[in-house]
């Protein structure tokens, strides 16, 4: 859909949900997306954008600009991924003999064994090797925080979920997205913290900020370099 306010006009996407409130969505290529609930009318929603205008511009630009130098992957030897913060090149190695395809990370390289150099193999030994890592390194830094929580996870687990980074449910359960390996240590460690919190405090209320302050003094850095970084996660 489009709507044109004040000499501008923007695409959007409307979606119908079960959910009580409407919500506006930006994605890191500046997509629009207009959650709402089932019976709300057009009229309602078009009212929505017009009353966040300069936010909704001023967003949709800041993600055009980030992206504005991005190119697509390339699935071949030199391409370069993120890796606990840091870009590495990819190193191909095809052998017919490979029961599985797998990934390795050793000497300042990530090197992808598959069966058949194709670009689908790659990507799927990739992603299988973020969500391994992801899982590694969550359930070790919940580890090391653990002392400062008397509740404990019932369980771990690592998603696709493109919309969240974390989320604990009100039966302790926590659940990671796989592209976190990619974020530098001190990144992973405010969201398994974030998430910790959350099951002492299951909002995001007042008394849930102080005490992911006191365990992480500078999470807002933290918290940035998602925000700034979040478009380069990719595979």
């Known amino acids: 859909m489009t709507h044109t306010f004040l000499g501008e006009t923007i695409d959007f996407n409307l979606i119908y949900k079960k959910r009580k409130t409407i919500g506006i969505y930006i994605d890191i290529y500046g997509h629009i997306e207009v959650r709402v609930p089932k019976d709300t009318k057009e009229e309602r929603v078009r ?40 870009v590495y090149p ?71 979920n493109k919309s969240t980074w974390g989320t604990c449910d009100s039966k302790q359960q926590l659940t990671f997205n796989w592209k976190l390996a990619m974020a530098p240590l001190e990144v992973i460690d405010y969201i398994v913290v974030h998430e910790m919190c959350h099951m002492v405090h299951l909002n995001h209320d007042r008394s849930f900020w102080r005490l992911v302050g006191k365990l992480l003094p500078d999470y807002e850095e933290r918290q940035n370099w998602l925000a700034q970084s979040s478009w380069k996660m990719i595979v």
């Open 47 to 86: 009212q929505l954008l017009e009353d966040k205008w300069a936010w909704v511009l001023k967003k949709t630009e800041e993600m055009k600009l980030r992206t504005a130098g991005h190119k697509e992957k390339v699935y071949d030897h030199g391409e370069t991924f993120l890796y606990l913060g840091n």
């Open 90 to 160: 990819i190193q191909i190695l095809s052998d017919i003999n490979i029961k599985k395809d797998y990934v390795l990370f050793e000497q300042d390289k990530l090197y992808i064994y598959v069966k058949q150099h194709e670009v689908e193999r790659i990507k799927q030994a990739l992603k299988r090797f973020y969500f391994q890592q992801c899982k590694l390194l969550v359930e070790a830094r919940i580890r090391a925080y653990q002392s400062n929580f008397k509740l404990k996870p019932r369980a771990i687990r690592i998603s696709d």
